[in-house]
């Protein structure tokens, strides 16, 4: 039995769900409101309080579908009521972010400017010059957005300059040193 599919999605307060034909699930709380289509086969059961899924057999199939569609659900449970974010840092000698309108807009070391716009859906905040914080609701939109925000100059690993997430540490790599040279 699946550790974490056995789990229930215990419902928070002002969380309503509505399970539809076809296994489609609509979550609505505080923050909006997710639908997600799931495996025909998976077993959801939406009880007073908490939602249950269960698998019909344990083959291999069955086995794998039971912890990802808990915690698809679980996901959809927690944006609707407390919503996700990931927060970035820019770093770098005239590295910096700013936000205008729904764009944000960043000084990377090109000779341009680069602009990306806010996707449906998220919302990014600039509460610093070098400080970038993505939230919204969906997981995976939000995982996303901060994958392509970082993508536009990764961290490098001599100096770390570049755009890395908050959490993540960057093994830095020794340079060249000028050696003895040969007679």
């Not at 296994?23 to 939602?51: A, C, D, Y």
């Not at 969906?138 to 961290?155: F, H, N, S, W, Y």
Request: aromatic share 4%.
């Amino acid at each position: 039995m699946s550790r974490i599919g056995k789990m229930p999605v215990i419902l928070p307060v002002g969380v309503e769900v509505k399970l539809e034909e076809g296994n489609r699930l609509s979550v609505k709380g505080p923050k909006g409101s997710l639908t997600g289509k799931f495996h025909n086969e998976m077993l959801i059961k939406v009880e007073s309080g908490s939602i249950n899924i269960e698998r019909p057999t344990d083959g291999k199939l069955h086995k794998s579908l039971h912890g990802l569609t808990r915690t698809l659900v679980n996901n959809m449970v927690t944006g609707v009521s407390s919503g996700f974010e990931k927060a970035l840092e820019v770093n770098g000698v005239g590295y910096r972010a700013q936000k205008q309108g729904n764009k944000l807009v960043m000084t990377l070391g090109y000779s341009h400017p680069v602009e990306m716009t806010e996707p449906e859906g998220i919302t990014i905040d600039v509460p610093a010059p070098n400080k970038i914080i993505v939230k919204g609701m969906d997981k995976q939109l939000v995982g996303e957005t901060a994958a392509k925000i970082r993508m536009k100059r990764p961290p490098e690993v001599y100096k770390g300059k570049g755009i890395k997430y908050e959490t993540e540490n960057i093994r830095r790599k020794e340079g060249k040193t000028a050696g003895k040279t040969a007679k």
